[in-house]
């Protein structure tokens, strides 16, 4: 595990649910473990699908953004 999908395990997710709309906050870390929620204003429960591509696709956007900074601060130095 790298530095930083240790950190996006330990971000918070804010899910909607489906039934209510009340939010349900969960890491990323606890959906890779059990993708299973329920919802704490309704009780229903729901399976969040995907979520190993969820994460991989929040670390390529961060990638993306931290290579875009660099590369501005790279001309700031300059």
Do not use: F, W, Y
């Amino acid at each position: 595990m790298t530095d930083l999908q240790a950190k996006l395990a330990q971000h918070t997710l804010n899910i909607p649910c489906g039934n209510c709309g009340e939010k349900v906050a969960v890491t990323i870390g606890r959906l890779k473990e059990d993708n299973h929620l329920v919802c704490s204003g309704c009780g229903a429960s729901t399976t969040v699908e995907h979520v190993e591509q969820m994460e991989r696709d929040l670390i390529g956007a961060v990638e993306e953004q931290t290579a875009k900074i660099r590369a501005l601060m790279s001309k700031l130095g300059k």
